[in-house]
């Protein structure tokens, strides 16, 4: 019989093998919706998914267990803030390594700014979740006498030059942007990241 435990509770289903893990999953997601909660972490047969989309079509014949860990976006948004400092950080040395490889002419320059770009779409993703979740206001909320919506404006800006470099075929433009606009950018959001952090203190998981 499958097992099925979300958050440490037995939860039963009416399942045949038949079926598939997104029967169990699409059921949830709606029910878990309505809480304000969704999916963090799935296990199956004891082992981690980590691509939880890519496992839905699996069958459940041969699943003998499930583990469901669920959360409410506020506990994510203080998840992702207690990691958002090593997570620029990284980013930034990683567009800095992809400005050598573009003024060194390496052959990996395409392949490690396309990385770079996943994570300033991740990033951007990041902050549009925490504005949401926590109802923040980005014309009120300020650093140093600013606007954090003007911050965000700077950095779609600095994001179309790229494009723009990008679309000219001119790397030493391109390397020259990372490493003198965006990666100081970033610098201002680790503090702006700070005020999230105090914006989300006090509220609720």
Known sequence: MLSCVIDGQA???????????ATILNGLHGDLAKSGRFIASLLVNGEEVAGIEEETSRRLEGIDSIEITTESPVCLVNNILAESRNFIEGLQNHLTQVAGDFTSGSECADDSFAEGIQGLQWFVQMTDFIECTLGLDFQELSL????????????????QEIVNAQEGSDPVLLADILVYDLVPHLEEWKEIYNLFEGQSEGKPC
């Open 11 to 21: 939860k039963a289903f009416a399942l045949s093998g038949s079926d598939s893990l």
């Open 144 to 159: 140093n006498n600013r606007p954090v919506a003007e911050y965000v404006k700077s950095l779609n800006s600095i994001l």
